[in-house]
Each structure stands twice: as C-alpha cells, then as structure tokens.
C-alpha cells in the first residue's frame, strides 16, 4: 500500500508540474542588455543566425499556438517569391494582441499613437494579414526603426534574386507574466547562395523614445511622468451580431439579428464599450 501511494503522489507531483508550466509560463532564457533611448536594434549571437540548413529548400511558414495568456510564440518561415502576396493588406484592426493598450503621444510619436498590431513575418514577405498567431503589440519606433528595415532587405532580395530565405522572429518576455515582448530576436539566412546575400541575427527593442511602457501590461506614460494608477479590469467581451451597414449591434437572439443579409452581417466576441466608440449602436429591440 505504502509502494502505491508514493507512486500515486509521484504522478499527482508530476501532472501539477506540467500543468503549472503551461498556465505560468517562464522566463526565458534570453540575456539582452538593456535598451538605451533611440537604439533600435543591436547584433545578437554575434549577429550569426542559429540555423541547421535544410537538405531540400521548400518554402513553408510555421506559427505558434497562443499560450495561455494569449501571447505570441515564434514563427518561422522559409520565404520564397511564392509566399510573397499577391493582393492588398486588409484591415488588421479587429485583432487586439496581448498587452493592447493604445495611448495617443501626439508630437512625441510619429503619427501619435503608441502602439502598432506588428507582424512578427511581415505581410510582405508571407502575406499573412491577421493571422493572431503572427502579430504582436509593438510601439511605432519598433515597428518602423527596429523591424521594418531587415523585413525590407529580404523581401528585395527575394525579388531581385527569386531565392529563399530561411526567417525565424522570437518575441522575448523580460518577466514570465508580462504581456507585451520586450522585444524579439530576428534571424534571417538566405539559402541558395548560403548566406552570401541575406545573413543576419539581431534583437529589435519594442520601445518607444520619450514613453516609458509597462510591459506587464501594455500601459504606458511620458517619460518622467507619475504613471497613471492601474485600471480596472477590461470589460469582458461579448457575443454580438454586428449589421456593418446600419452600424447597429445586436443580441444574437434579437429578431432585427436574423434578418441582417451576410454581406453586412459579422458575428463575434466585442466590447460593448468599444463598438459605441467605434461608432456602432446599440439595437433599440432587444437593447444590448
């Protein structure tokens, strides 16, 4: 009896430490210095991308599953002139990543808002367009200064030469419960002339000049300001059917719901709050 219950705790021990590991996720192993004001990127692994070559050269692109807070893992993708897209980006604005807290900073940010939804492999190089899997809460500065112009130097490779390259982006967590990335690790090796013409590793800082960010979150205030006090808890979203014609929002069993034609009709989780703002409101029927 003694044999089996040390065995049963072992299992039990066991199965918590699993479990444990997936709803908290760790702190990644990643050191990087800490960033200084207006430093976009630096060279990371002594700039040497971390690739085991591939035998035959396919293009493919690989994105992590969200963890259970909601945040980005790696993506991966061997880019090819047949991944590259075909049609215009959409609009992204119906994704809000982990840590989204949009701030205005006007004349401290280009274009006044902090934060941008950044595609970890660019919608030029892949064509994904709002793939939850591939984007992430950046600022501005990090979107245009940090990963912009590596993203534009594979994608005119790729046009002038028709090869491919081999492209991983790690987002970085400074603390295991923090919401918005640091920052990520960028990779990127060209295949067929092995690095001759695209061969870089580089950490990109998810900052912004003149705004401190609270990565924990997403909040942010004015560099040498007081931060504001935390708020409370988003509104919980919730199931609505919205008419993008009338720009009306309804409960999914409202009458005025059933009759709205597919071409206007879009059905999701939403904030109320948000849809108000957005311009949206509420049905007069069933008063949601």
């Known amino acids: 009896m003694k044999r089996k219950f040390s065995i049963t705790l072992a299992l039990l021990l066991a199965l918590a430490t699993l479990l444990s590991s997936c709803l908290f996720p760790t702190k990644p192993e990643v050191d990087v210095p800490e960033a200084q004001s207006e430093v976009a990127f630096i060279d990371y692994n002594g700039g040497v991308p971390s690739f085991t070559v591939p035998d035959t050269i396919t293009a493919y692109e690989n994105y992590s599953d969200l963890d259970s807070l909601g945040r980005c893992g790696v993506a991966e993708a061997c880019l090819g002139p047949e991944l590259m897209p075909t049609e215009e980006r959409e609009s992204i604005s119906h994704v809000d990543p982990s840590g989204w807290k949009q701030a205005k900073y006007t004349g401290i940010v280009d274009g006044g808002y902090l934060y941008n939804r950044c595609h970890l492999i660019g919608f030029q190089l892949a064509g994904e367009n709002d793939n939850e899997k591939n984007l992430i809460t950046g600022t501005r500065f990090f979107n245009i200064e940090g990963m912009l112009p590596f993203e534009n130097m594979i994608a005119d490779y790729i046009k002038e030469t028709g090869n491919h390259v081999m492209f991983r982006v790690t987002p970085v967590y400074k603390e295991s419960l923090d919401l918005v990335a640091y920052g990520v690790i960028m990779e990127a090796l ?72 597919e071409s206007n009709r879009e059905e999701r989780e939403f904030n109320r709050d948000a849809l108000i703002e957005e311009g949206f409101s509420p049905c007069g029927t069933c008063k949601p």
Do not use: M, R, W
């Open 190 to 261: 060209s295949l067929e002339d092995n690095g001759e013409g695209i061969s870089f590793s580089v950490f990109a800082y998810n900052i912004q000049p003149g705004v401190e960010i609270d990565y924990s979150d997403g909040s942010s205030h004015l560099t040498g300001e007081t931060p504001a006090p935390k708020e409370e808890p988003d509104e919980v979203p919730t199931h609505y059917i919205v008419n993008t014609s009338s720009k009306k929002f309804h409960l999914p069993t409202c009458s005025g719901a059933k009759v709205i034609k």
